[in-house]
C-alpha cells in the first residue's frame, strides 16, 4: 500500500459496515459481499478484508490506472478489482445481493500529489485531470473547445465560484491569443489574476480546479447514478456508507438518503399511521474525523461520512 496515503474516517467506515444487523448476526454458511466504490490505494479495502471471513467476497471500483496496478498486487482470493466507475455496479452484483457498501469520494492524495496528472494547483503539470487517462478529454482540451458560456457554467455550478464569469473570460481571452492554459500553472496563474479576494488559507484557483475536475471525470452524475444502483444491490439490513469532501457531494448524498427515509403522504388523506407504506431507508448517522485525525491528516478536515441501513423487509 502507498504510505503516501492516508485512508479517511477509515475505523469509522469498517466499523459502520461490518456493525449492520445482517454481518453482525450471520450464518458461518453465509457468503458475504461487500462492495467499496473507490480503491483509491487499498485502505479502506484491505480494512474491511481483515474484517471479513474466508468465504466472504469484495468487489472494489477504480477508474484510475494507477490504482488498479496497486489493486492486482493484492493476493487475495476474496477480492475482484473492477476497473470502472461505481455508478456501474449494478452490472457486477444482483439486486438485493451486497450486504454493505462504501463510497470514498473525491480523490487520492497520490492524485493530488502527482504533479503529471494535472489535480493540483500548486504542482506544475499538464492540465490533464482525468481520473482514467485511457479516455475522455483533458482538462486543457475541453477549454479550448467550450464556450464563454460553458466555461462559465462548469466553474460556477461545479466550484460554487462567484468570480466564474471573470475567470471564464480570462481563460477565453487567453484562448483568443493563442495562449490558452495547457499546464496547472498557467491556469493557477490566470485564476489569480482574475479572483483578487479569496477566504483565508485558500488559493485562488481551488474553486476552478474542483469544478473542472468534477466536470471533467463526471463525479457528481456518477455519485447519483451511484447512489441508486447502491439502494437496488443493497440486502435489507445491509449497510450504505459515503464519504465526501465537500459540499456539492455532501448535499446531494444527504438528500438522497433523506428522501429515501421518509413517506411522503398527501396532505390530508385519512391514512393511519400503522397503514403507512415503510420507507426503504433508515439513516444511522453522521460522522467527522476526530481532532486528532484531522491533525494527523489535513486532508481529512472537509469530509463527512454519512451512514444508512436498508430497512428489513423492504423492496427498493
Request: hydrophobic share 40%; net charge neutral.
Amino acid at each position: 500500500m502507498n504510505n503516501t496515503h492516508r485512508p479517511v474516517l477509515l475505523a469509522e467506515a469498517v466499523t459502520a459496515l461490518t456493525n449492520g444487523p445482517l454481518i453482525q448476526h450471520q450464518n458461518p454458511t453465509d457468503r458475504i459481499l461487500i462492495i467499496d466504490g473507490t480503491f483509491g490505494r487499498g485502505g479502506h479495502t484491505q480494512a474491511l478484508l481483515k474484517q471479513l471471513p474466508v468465504n466472504a467476497r469484495m468487489i472494489s471500483f477504480d477508474k484510475d490506472l494507477d490504482a488498479i496496478a496497486v489493486a492486482n498486487k493484492i493476493n487475495d482470493q476474496r477480492l475482484t478489482i473492477v476497473h470502472d466507475s461505481f455508478a456501474s455496479m449494478d452490472q457486477y452484483a444482483e439486486a438485493e445481493s451486497v450486504d454493505g457498501i462504501l463510497l470514498d469520494l473525491g480523490i487520492s492524495s497520490p492524485q493530488a500529489d502527482e504533479a503529471h496528472r494535472g489535480f493540483s494547483f500548486r504542482r506544475e503539470g499538464l492540465l490533464d485531470m482525468r481520473m482514467n487517462t485511457n479516455q475522455g478529454q483533458t482538462a486543457a482540451e475541453w477549454l479550448v473547445l467550450a464556450s464563454l458560456e460553458e466555461i462559465t457554467h462548469v466553474i460556477k455550478t461545479y466550484g460554487e465560484e462567484r468570480f466564474a464569469f471573470q475567470i471564464a473570460k480570462a481563460i477565453v481571452a487567453k484562448r483568443e491569443e493563442g495562449l490558452a492554459p495547457k499546464t496547472t500553472t498557467q491556469l493557477a496563474n490566470l485564476v489569480a489574476s482574475v479572483v483578487r479576494t479569496r477566504e483565508v488559507g485558500q488559493d485562488p484557483a481551488t474553486r476552478t480546479f474542483q469544478a473542472l475536475r468534477i466536470f471533467i471525470n463526471c463525479e457528481l452524475e456518477d455519485l447519483e447514478l451511484g447512489l441508486k444502483a447502491a439502494l437496488k444491490l443493497l440486502k435489507p439490513g445491509a449497510r450504505l456508507a459515503v464519504i465526501s469532501f465537500h459540499s456539492l457531494e455532501d448535499r446531494i448524498v444527504k438528500q438522497f438518503l433523506q428522501s429515501h427515509a421518509k413517506v411522503e403522504i398527501p396532505r390530508g388523506l385519512p391514512v393511519r399511521e400503522k397503514d403507512l407504506p415503510q420507507s426503504t431507508l433508515e439513516i444511522i448517522g453522521r460522522i467527522k474525523p476526530s481532532e486528532s485525525e484531522v491533525v494527523e491528516n489535513p486532508r481529512a478536515r472537509s469530509a463527512i461520512m454519512r451512514v444508512a441501513e436498508k430497512r428489513l423487509g423492504v423492496l427498493a
